[in-house]
C-alpha cells in the first residue's frame, strides 16, 4: 500500500469501524431488518466515510488491499443482530458508539490525509469527512435525516478532531500524544453535546441547549 500507518492509528482505524458497524447495525435494527440488512448498513456505516475520503484523495481504498475492516463491520454487525434485546438498550448503544466512531475517524481520516501529502486545510476536511460520511450514508439509506443536517454538534466535532490533531502534529507534539488529545476533544465536544442536547440554531441563534423536539 501507498500509505503504511503506524500501530496506533490502524489501532484506532479498527475501533472505529467495530463502534460505527455496530451504530449502522442498531438503525438497522430499528427498521426490523433481517440479518443482512444488518450486514449491510452495518458495513456501509463502518466504511463508507474512509471510502469517500480515499475515493476524493486518489488514493487505492484501503479496505480493498486489507480486507480486515471489511470482515470486522461483518462480524459486529452479525453480534449486534443477536444482542439487541429491548428498544431502550438500541437507542443508547447507537448514540455512544456513534460517538466513539466519530471521535476516532476523525483523527483517522485526518492522519491518512496527511500522509498521503494532502494540505493542511484539505487533511482536516477529510478527517471531517471520514468521521460523518458513513453516518450520512447510513441515514440517507435508511431514509432518515442525517445527523449533520439536524443541528447537532456532530460535524463540528468532528471537525474540531481532526483540527486538532493537524494543529498538533504541525506543531510537531509526538504522534501518539497529538491522537489522543485530538480523540478526546472530539469525544467530549459531542458527549456534551449529546448529554445537554446542545444544538446549532438557525441564524440569530447560534446555540440551543436542552430543547428536544417531542417526537
Not at 83 to 105: C, H, V
Not at 178 to 201: F, K, P, W
Amino acid at each position: 500500500m501507498e500509505t503504511q500507518l503506524t500501530t496506533s492509528i490502524l489501532a484506532i482505524m479498527y475501533f472505529g469501524d467495530v463502534v460505527f458497524a455496530i451504530s449502522g447495525a442498531l438503525t438497522a435494527a430499528r427498521y426490523k431488518m433481517d440479518f443482512l440488512g444488518f450486514v449491510l448498513i452495518g458495513t456501509i456505516t463502518g466504511i463508507g466515510g474512509g471510502t469517500t475520503r480515499d475515493l476524493l484523495l486518489g488514493r487505492t481504498v484501503w479496505w480493498t488491499q486489507d480486507p480486515l475492516e471489511l470482515i470486522l463491520c461483518i462480524v459486529f454487525s452479525l453480534i449486534t443482530y443477536f444482542w439487541i434485546t429491548t428498544d431502550i438498550t438500541r437507542k443508547k448503544a447507537m448514540i455512544w458508539s456513534d460517538t466513539l466512531g466519530l471521535a476516532a475517524f476523525s483523527v483517522v481520516g485526518c492522519h491518512i490525509a496527511l500522509a498521503f501529502g494532502a494540505p493542511f486545510i484539505i487533511a482536516v476536511f477529510m478527517g471531517m469527512v471520514t468521521a460523518t460520511g458513513g453516518g450520512v450514508i447510513r441515514d440517507v439509506i435508511t431514509n432518515q435525516t442525517p445527523m449533520i443536517m439536524r443541528g447537532q454538534l456532530y460535524a463540528s466535532a468532528a471537525l474540531l478532531g481532526s483540527l486538532s490533531y493537524a494543529t498538533l502534529m504541525y506543531f510537531e507534539l509526538t504522534e501518539i500524544h497529538a491522537e489522543i488529545i485530538a480523540l478526546l476533544l472530539a469525544l467530549s465536544l459531542r458527549t456534551l453535546a449529546v448529554v445537554y442536547d446542545i444544538q446549532m440554531g438557525p441564524p440569530g441563534e447560534f446555540l440551543r441547549i436542552g430543547k428536544k423536539e417531542s417526537k
